[in-house]
Every structure is written in structure tokens, then in C-alpha cells.
Nanobody, 124 residues
Framework: QLQLVESGGGLVQAGGSLKLSCAAS????????VGWFRQAPGKEREFVAV????????AYGSSVKGRFTISRDNAKNTVYLQKNSLKPEDTAVYYC?????????????????WGQGTQVTVSS
């Protein structure tokens, strides 16, 4: 069973940066697609970014493209989300998710494993 643990959330001022981590245990990330989602109060869970483990191909949601970067560390079995130029509207709980290799990745239902989430608050 794959288990995911997010870390790195916190309070940051608008314009600042934050780096989230998603560490896997139980299994390696090999052959998995790993994504980040976020959910603000009263809103649906939103796709943020995804990376494939095989070739590090990445994709981003339109609201974060150009500001966020997803990356992986094979040796640490960890995926990162570097967030720059943060805005108050980036405030949300950020979740890491994983699924076996496949072509669908923007919907929460595409994923089989989820972490508990980490809160990110951006003050204006």
C-alpha cells in the first residue's frame, strides 16, 4: 500500500515562496503518476500540477502555470512543489496524490492514493 505524507505548508506573505514535499512510503513512486491538488474552503478540489515518474513529464493548472514547479527526487522517493510569486488566492489545503501510470490526471477521481494535506495560507 502506497502512503503519502505532505509537508512544508505554512503562512507566507503575498509574493513569497514556499516549497511543499510529498514523501512516499510502503512502495516506491516507480510507475506512478504523482499530482498536486488544492482545495480552498467552499470550493472544489483543483488540479495544480502532475509529474510522471518515468520521464519527468510535467503539466500544470492554468492558475499556477509559470509560478509553480513540480519536481521529483528518485533517491528520496519524494515529489516537490516549488511555489513562487504566491497570491492570497493560492490559500488552500494542498494534497499530494498518486496513481499508476495512465493518461488521465486532472480529476481527483483519476487518483488512487492521497495524502492528508498541508495548509498553505498566503496573506495580503
Amino acid at each position: 500500500q502506497l502512503q503519502l505524507v505532505e509537508s512544508g505548508g505554512g503562512l507566507v506573505q503575498a509574493g513569497g515562496s514556499l516549497k511543499l514535499s510529498c514523501a512516499a512510503s510502503g512502495r516506491t513512486f516507480s510507475n506512478y503518476v504523482v499530482g498536486w491538488f488544492r482545495q480552498a474552503p467552499g470550493k472544489e478540489r483543483e488540479f495544480v500540477a502532475v509529474v510522471t515518474w518515468s520521464d519527468s513529464s510535467a503539466a500544470y493548472g492554468s492558475s499556477v502555470k509559470g509560478r509553480f514547479t513540480i519536481s521529483r527526487d528518485n533517491a528520496k522517493n519524494t515529489v516537490y512543489l516549488q511555489k513562487n510569486s504566491l497570491k492570497p488566492e493560492d490559500t488552500a489545503v494542498y494534497y499530494c496524490a498518486a496513481r499508476r501510470t495512465g493518461s488521465d490526471y486532472v480529476e481527483p477521481t483519476d487518483y488512487d492514493y492521497w495524502g492528508q494535506g498541508t495548509q498553505v495560507t498566503v496573506s495580503s
